[in-house]
């Protein structure tokens, strides 16, 4: 449950907004507090001023971004800078219980990036967003020393060194087209990692996403399929992490593999079982298509990542005027059972 407070200062607005969402995965509960201030008009001439500060038990995350108003055929741009802590599970985490959950590796990353955002006016379906950044990247222990290599000797950073610099040049390309019994959504996300100096990496990676949904009758079946590929001088943490809520369900955070490559597909039935209920059938799917073993130090097979992994379950979404209540039933390949809950509020 959550509770939000909106201030009035000026001409800034202040949402302070505690979110207490219970997602539980084994009896696991987590708490946060959101903290958003927007400024419409700083210096009197429209400019934007939007600070987000998000903090949980173990992972926080600030955002500032300044945005200049222009005339509506011009790219519009942001100022963004961002500082996260957060812990890195996806690919150094430990697979337990038959890889249902994900135990922490030791490793956590600190990060700063400070950059432009480009958003080129929308034609037709389509929107296109082109953005540069100078990102730096420290690894963290569990007490927030800074580490270059893992619980088993291997190194987390591709300088070898306790930190990772690197500028990234980045575009992404979304279409959607939606009517009263379908949807069609596409992107497409293009980084390109710009040696400046010395040990900056040096890296190209792509990643898509495409999804379908059509009405059967009464309910709504979903599809969709994500998937990507990055070369070029890594870090393990930039490698692609399979598995978890949003991948496959039924196994842990990235307890399905971690690879320079992966596919993911999900589908998805909801089904009306009356007004406030409806019933969810789904299957999720996900391989690192063999390229587990090109991630630096490997971790893949380290943590014994079986590379391939396919969830099912079912669940059921609760609807209520101020939000969803979802629980959802997975089964992993191995037989091991996982109960999700979460509860999302009507705005997001």
């Given at each position: 449950m959550g509770a939000q407070k909106s201030v009035h200062a000026g001409?800034?607005?202040?949402?302070?907004?505690?979110?207490?969402?219970?997602?539980?995965?084994?009896?696991?509960?987590?708490?946060?507090?959101s903290l958003c201030v927007k400024h419409p008009n700083l210096f009197g001439k429209s400019e934007k001023l939007d600070l987000l500060w998000d903090k949980g038990l173990s992972d926080s995350n600030i955002l500032i971004a300044y945005r200049k108003p222009r005339p509506e055929w011009l790219a519009q741009h942001s100022f963004v800078f961002q500082h996260s802590i957060s812990p890195e599970v996806g690919i150094h985490g430990v697979p337990v219980d038959n890889f249902s959950k994900t135990g922490s590796g030791g490793v956590n990353l600190c990060r700063f990036s400070a950059g432009l955002d480009l958003d080129e006016p929308g034609t037709s379906n389509w929107t296109t967003k082109t953005s540069i950044k100078f990102e730096h990247v420290r690894p963290v222990n569990d007490d927030g020393h800074s580490i270059s290599r893992d619980l088993h000797g291997y190194s987390v950073t591709s300088s070898g060194n306790f930190h990772d610099n690197m500028v990234v040049l980045k575009q992404e390309s979304r279409f959607a087209k939606a009517n009263d019994h379908s949807f069609t959504r596409?992107?497409?996300?293009?980084?390109?990692g710009i040696p400046l100096m010395s040990k900056w990496l040096i890296f190209n990676r792509f990643k898509f996403a495409a999804s379908k949904g059509v009405k059967v009758g009464p309910g709504f079946l979903l599809a969709s399929v994500t998937g990507g590929s990055i070369v070029g001088d890594i870090a393990p943490y930039q490698a692609f992490a399979i598995g978890g809520v949003g991948s496959v369900r039924g196994y842990g955070e990235g307890a399905v593999g971690s690879g320079r490559s992966c596919l993911v597909a999900n589908t998805q039935l909801?089904?009306?079982?009356?007004?406030?209920l409806d019933g969810v059938l789904f299957c999720d799917c996900g391989t690192d298509l063999g390229s587990g073993r090109y991630v630096p130090g490997n971790p893949g097979l380290r943590h014994g990542k079986p590379g391939a992994g396919v969830g099912v379950g079912y669940g059921v979404r609760l609807k209520f005027p101020m939000g969803h209540f979802q629980v959802d039933y997975a089964l992993n390949a191995y037989h091991q059972k996982t109960i999700y809950f979460a509860f999302s509020n009507v705005a997001s």
């Open positions: 001409k800034a607005k202040i949402d302070f907004n505690v979110d207490f969402t219970h997602r539980l995965c084994a009896a696991m509960m987590v708490h946060s507090f596409f992107s497409l996300q293009i980084e390109q909801t089904f009306p079982m009356n007004l406030m």
